[in-house]
């Protein structure tokens, strides 16, 4: 009846019941992430598209999930049986860019990058840029608060959220936030829906901030013997009060599954790459990365260089980004998300060490390592289930330890479905209830993306 | 009986029942905003004795009304009859400085300065600076989403705060947010209490993001005929892409006010003034200052100048920050706090002068011009009934035109009492409907602040 109901009121070709088409809409890329059967797939082409949809699912009592391309890492985008899966790729135009106010409008399936590379004509800069922003859509970046290499600098997708047109948990189009540079007329829901997973609301239409195009950036290169070195340079960056525009780490296991697909000639003598950039310009720039070099060489880098060829740099920001699908590559990737605060990041990395040779576990790490925000990614080879079983008892203790150390389980993949028991015992069980509370107030039928973001 | 219970319950220093103290506290600095007469007013020590107030309005259904300061200018600290006021001033305490994380977590009596000279001698900066800051509390910075002079290049008070202990609507006492730089589990719960004056949880704690201290600042003063000449050279600086560090406008009635208080020896040749500054560090601030003078010499300025005497341009910074106390001095004082798009600036200055003059009322300005947010005060003579009728209308005609130009009735001083219909005529009825669901989910008794920020 649902179908039904669908079918009459959407067009036929924005309707998918294909089980192999609907299959492959029906999880994001977080591995080992339970998913269940849509009963259909909407590929909406219009704010109304998703209202109807939505609108229908109250009626029908039936689970609605966003979602946009899929490349979360969490699982909060995978279906739930029998719910309708609403894709927005489809929505996917830039629909205003105002250059004095520094903000664009743009629909929910736009992806990160053509949103940066369609400002960039405007001298305007988008700055959130998750690893995944060559597919990954503003609705979805917005959905998850998604943070990137910028961020160390210049903060995450909330920080550039202004507003946004929103299909509501009753079935409204409403609008909420705005466009000036300042405002506090009613609460802050725009800063509520970002990053709540599709379970508040479905954004349609969002309206962002930019900032001026930088200064082209500087690159800082330091090669460390071990994790625990890498990771006193970063404690030793925060301490000198240098705020690079990124400060990046990558272990040799990431720059070799790299080197072995493509072939870029990388460096794999040292154990861990940091990278650093400063995007200040003129002499003060320079004098920042000189200071980079510093931190580096005084923490134990064996080598520590500062490269003002922006070739060199993009390089090895290109392997940086690179790093995750080539592993992916070599089989399934259990990816971890912790944020420690900065202090306890040597810490943190040498018990990340120490829980990979504990479990026999061969892990990867990539790490937005100036926010503390850690990816340590187990490796699994195809159908070890006995190696599965290990990957995922490291990733509980990784959990565990950074909750020790006053870090959180996630620093910006969100909680989905895989973060759910870390989210209970990192807050408080009155903290949940206050969530579940905003949740029946916003979605008071149930229907929004269930059980995923916060615990039922 | 409730008032036996407290007393019971806490220190009878912590009381204040006698009625004229009690007026004192009973309302914040909006002009001819109503206000009711409280029960009692507890000053409070520690976060326990908040939560015990909190449960005892909770079990008697009474109104508990916090406040910092009472420097609000909306009304939003205001007494409503038989309400406790929940005084936090005594709750003063700097409780830690994070350099290296650069975080300070600080009891919400803190003052907005002190909390500035504090953290300044770590080599760090809390950017968020009202007007008020010489007296106006974290606390209530938080609980209004404070804006001020650097909002234009660092943001507002969301900005910064990372998460609070806070005692809720149900009268638990819980910690929501994050000390990390990043983190994603959960709702936004932080971001949804800035701003929403007291009407959703009482802030016990507050944990705030710092920045490392700044390069010292270079002023430019541009001297102009019209406020809408101003205003062109407003639009012309955001054309530009310069992102200063604060851009205000002050013009000639709060000039002369200023220097008939303190003696200054303001010019007050010029009908406005345009206060621009940049900490770009080095050359590059150089050049930044310099586009500034010509951006305001472009846009029809009779005198632009670049100052690096920091004491010739703290001394233009000085009147800037007295002309709020310099009118109030003069008769009721009643504040606008618009914000309209950059590019409406001019239009929106041009339409303040036309109402001023049509309603006969005399229109002081003061403005974040960088930011669109204005601050037009229409001064009334004490006891002038007639001319207080016209100043309301003035008020509501400037309200009018800002939502018609695309703007917002309140940048930054909170919507309060004296803002609730400009909201209600903002903002889409479905919307004041998800504020309404909030507001009963977080505070489900209706006692926290009831009748603020929102429409009932």
Redesign the interface.
């Known amino acids: 009846m649902l179908l039904d109901d669908l079918r009459t009121q959407l067009g036929e070709d924005q309707l998918v019941t294909d089980l192999d088409v609907m299959e492959s809409f029906a999880h994001d890329e977080a591995e080992w992430a339970p998913y269940g059967k849509p009963v259909a797939v909407v590929r909406a082409r219009t704010a109304e598209d998703v209202q109807t949809v939505v609108r229908l699912c109250i009626e029908h009592r039936t689970p609605v999930i966003a979602r946009g391309a899929g490349t979360g890492l969490s699982g909060a985008a995978n279906a739930v049986d029998g719910c309708v899966i609403l894709s927005l790729e489809r929505m996917d135009k830039v629909l205003e860019v105002?250059?004095?106010?520094?903000l664009a409008v743009v629909q929910p399936g736009v992806v990160n990058d053509h949103l940066r590379a369609h400002v960039a004509e405007h001298?305007l800069w988008y700055p959130p840029d998750p690893a995944s922003s060559p597919w990954s859509t503003i609705g979805g970046n917005l959905a998850?608060?998604a943070?990137g290499m910028c961020?160390?600098k210049y903060?995450?997708t909330?920080?550039y959220v202004l507003g946004m047109q929103l299909v509501?948990g009753t079935g409204?189009l409403?609008?909420?936030g705005?466009?000036?540079?300042?405002?506090?007329?009613?609460?802050?829901?725009t800063?509520?829906l970002?990053?709540?997973e599709g379970t508040?609301g479905i954004a349609t239409e969002i309206t962002v901030r930019l900032?001026?195009l930088r200064a082209e950036e500087i690159t800082v290169a330091g090669f460390f013997d071990s994790l625990v070195a890498a990771g006193r340079a970063v404690?030793a960056v925060?301490?000198a009060?240098l705020?690079p525009s990124a400060l990046e780490l990558v272990d040799r296991n990431c720059l070799k599954a790299v080197d072995d697909w493509r072939n870029m000639g990388l460096s794999t003598d040292a154990e861990v790459v940091l990278l650093g950039r400063t995007d200040?310009?003129?002499?003060?720039g320079r004098a920042e990365a000189d200071r980079l070099v510093q931190c580096f060489t005084e923490a134990g880098a064996g080598f520590a260089v500062r490269s003002e060829d922006s070739d060199e740099g993009d390089a090895l920001f290109a392997a940086r980004r690179l790093a995750y699908p080539a592993l992916e590559r070599l089989g399934p990737l259990l990816t971890e998300d912790v944020?420690?605060?900065?202090?306890q990041v040597p810490e943190m990395l040498g018990r990340i060490e120490e829980i990979g040779r504990r479990n026999d576990v061969l892990i990867a790490t990539l790490a937005?390592a100036?926010?503390?925000?850690l990816h340590p990614m187990m490796l699994t080879p195809p159908g070890d289930d006995e190696q599965k079983r290990r990957s995922l008892a490291a990733f509980d203790e990784i959990i565990a330890a950074a909750i020790e150390l006053?870090?959180?389980?996630?620093?910006?993949?969100?909680?989905g479905v895989l973060?759910l028991d870390?989210?209970a015992t990192?807050?408080?069980p009155?903290?949940?209830d206050?969530?579940r509370?905003?949740?029946?107030?916003?979605d008071?039928h149930g229907i929004l993306n269930p059980g995923k973001?916060?615990p039922s």
Chains 1, 2 share one sequence.
């Not at 944020?339 to 202090?343: G, S, T």
């Not at 509370?437 to 916003?442: D, E, G, I, S, Y």
């Open positions: 105002d250059p004095l106010e520094r001298g998850t608060n943070g961020c160390v903060g995450v909330r920080e509501t409204e409403v609008r909420i705005r466009r000036t540079a300042k405002g506090v007329a009613g609460y802050d829901l800063g509520l970002v990053g709540s508040l900032r001026p404690e925060a301490a009060g705020t200040v310009p003129g002499e003060a944020c420690v605060p900065k202090a937005h100036g926010d503390g925000n006053g870090g959180t389980v996630t620093g910006e993949h969100g909680v973060k870390g989210l990192e807050q408080a009155e903290v949940l206050l969530y509370a905003v949740k029946r107030a916003l008071p973001a916060i």
